[in-house]
């Protein structure tokens, strides 16, 4: 069964400082990988998603993963963080299914973002 | 705009007291998800529809049903709420299919949530 961990459940940064939120996955065969973020009472918002190719993949806001299929990893960056990046941030592996694909998701990592 | 559209954003029902949850979609995807999301915690799959056809998840409690009568509408039907089932719940819809080889993935749309309140 596949499984991701986010090792970080808070993380506080300066405003224009850089982010970096790590995700480990487990799974046994080629991984679909997300990144979501959430602001507080809101639905999840998909930042980027990797399928395979680059395994840098840019996404929307201006943050950018990483994946490295010998650590297993999958983490997103960005290079100078806003007020308005202070959310939760979800790292999530798909696994396609003969009854319909499944997200799993790792337990969020929170942001907070200081002037 | 919004393409996934759960109502109501806010619900509060009585223990024990039977309540519904609606989504719905513009995008005519053919997969349905109903998430649990516990304060502080990541979403938890409960079941989904492929189409017609209803996935439970295994550890799923059976208090927690679900109906989708055509492509766009999808309940959540919750029989007796607990205390313990307060939750965000997700709805999410993709357009999936393992049978496109290229790229058998879209990703998911998540509506905004129903915030459920059980005293």
């Known amino acids: 069964a596949q499984s991701v961990t986010q090792p970080d459940i808070h993380i506080t940064v300066s405003e224009g400082a850089s982010l970096e939120l790590r995700c480990n996955y487990s799974?046994?065969?080629?991984?679909?990988l997300f990144w979501y973020v959430q602001s507080p009472g809101q639905g999840l918002q998909l930042l980027l998603k990797?399928?395979?190719?680059?395994?840098l993949v840019q996404g929307i806001k201006g943050f950018e993963a990483e994946f490295k299929r010998s650590q297993s990893s999958f983490n997103l960056r960005k290079p100078s963080v806003h007020w308005s990046d202070a959310a939760e941030y979800f790292c999530?592996?798909?696994?396609?299914?003969?009854?319909?694909?499944?997200?799993?998701f790792g337990g969020g990592t929170r942001v907070l973002v200081k002037p | 705009d919004a393409m996934v559209i759960q109502n109501p954003r806010y619900q509060v029902t009585q223990f024990g007291k039977p309540v519904t949850l609606s989504c719905s979609q513009t995008l005519n995807h053919n997969v349905m998800y109903w998430y649990q999301q516990k304060s502080s915690q990541a979403p938890k799959l409960l079941f989904h529809?492929?189409?017609?056809?209803?996935?439970n998840e295994a550890d799923t409690p059976d208090n927690f049903q679900s109906r989708r009568p055509n492509t766009s509408f999808c309940f959540l039907d919750i029989r007796s709420p607990g205390l313990g089932d307060a939750a965000m719940y997700l709805c999410?819809?993709?357009?999936?299919?393992?049978?496109?080889?290229?790229?058998?993935?879209?990703?998911?749309?998540f509506g905004q949530g129903t915030r459920l309140t059980v005293v």
């Open positions: 999530a592996v798909g696994a396609i299914k003969a009854a319909g694909n499944k997200l799993t």
């Open positions: 990797y399928f395979s190719g680059d395994t």
């Open positions: 799974y046994g065969a080629t991984p679909y």
């Open positions: 999410a819809t993709s357009r999936a299919s393992f049978k496109l080889i290229v790229n058998p993935w879209d990703e998911a749309f």
């Open positions: 529809y492929y189409d017609k056809d209803f996935n």
